[in-house]
């Protein structure tokens, strides 16, 4: 049959293949000659070993996501559970450090200046403009659907955020270096910059290529989310619960609401066809 189709005009080729895939369905195309198509090449899915090894690579890829927010979930709730009932330890940490950064930044102007600096890239406007800067670049990219996501998941998120903060209403420390409004617990600006980070991690990481891309990119999401986080502890703003608060609320609820977004507003892949050299695709 190799032979008959080697001998064979294109046209007469393509017949040929296309009246035995017909007349027997079971037989694959790559048995009967070249994976090609009336000139066009398309990629058949991996079977066997290799599929259920591709499957279970994307399952695990997924699945441990799910694990950290949960764990990250669980300790949240142990935390706000201590805060809530004053547990003495974590009050007593809590004071001991607080009332020690205190004391230094009162002594140490030049410290307090700079993590004021850094405590912007936690604030609303900061977190707003960076949100409409990957925006505009997803819309020029045809990637509008992940815009929508983004939001969605944002919006969530943020929704649990509000309800636990003023179901717990925990007072501010007593002296800091900056008027704020109370409550405390968890801590906004730490949600706002961890909450920034894991979403820019995520829209970013497939075009990240290569492994010191992709440390780069981890580097750049840790050292945002951790500076800001310290930030407000520093400048007495927030016990440092709170900030541990932040960083728990955020890996707990930001990657489940943006996979569940992602799941149900995502669009069918379209099979990709190559063209061979020199010829023309043909309709399916």
């Known amino acids: 049959m190799r ?8 046209p007469a080729a393509r017949s040929i293949i296309r009246t035995l895939s017909v007349s027997s ?9 070249p994976a090609s198509h009336g000139g066009v090449r398309t990629r058949t ?32 709730a142990a935390l706000t559970f201590a805060v809530e009932t004053s547990w003495g330890p974590l009050a007593t940490l809590d004071t001991s450090l607080n009332t020690r950064w205190y004391a230094f930044g009162r002594q140490h102007d030049a410290w307090i200046a700079v993590w004021k600096v850094v405590t912007h890239a936690g604030s609303s406007a900061f977190a707003l403009a960076v949100w409409l800067i990957a925006a505009l670049v997803l819309i020029r990219r045809g ?13 969530a998120s943020q929704f649990v955020f509000r309800a636990l903060r003023l179901a717990v209403h925990r007072p501010r420390p007593p002296a800091f270096f900056v008027t704020v409004e109370p409550p405390s617990f968890p801590s906004s600006h730490t949600m706002a910059a961890t909450t920034g980070a894991i979403l820019l991690g995520m829209l970013l990481w497939p075009s990240a290529r290569g492994f010191l891309a992709r440390s780069a990119l981890v580097t750049a999401m840790i050292g945002w989310s951790c500076l800001v986080g310290v930030s407000r502890a ?8 709170d900030v541990v608060g932040g960083w728990l609320c ?22 990709r066809r190559e063209r061979g050299p020199g010829s023309r695709a043909m309709a399916p």
């Open 3 to 10: 032979d008959t189709l080697a001998v064979a005009s294109p």
């Open 25 to 33: 369905p079971s037989v694959p195309p790559a048995a009967i000659g």
């Open 45 to 76: 899915p991996p079977t066997g070993a290799r599929a259920a090894c591709d499957h279970r690579r994307m399952r695990t890829d997924g699945r441990w996501w799910w694990y950290v927010s949960a764990a990250c979930g669980l300790a949240l």
């Open 143 to 155: 990637r509008r659907r992940e815009v929508l996501v983004v939001s969605l998941a944002v919006l």
């Open 234 to 241: 520093m400048l007495c703003v927030h016990w440092p619960s």
């Open 250 to 271: 955020a890996v707990a609820l930001v990657p489940p609401a943006y996979a569940l977004a992602t799941r149900y507003l995502a669009t069918p892949a379209t099979p």
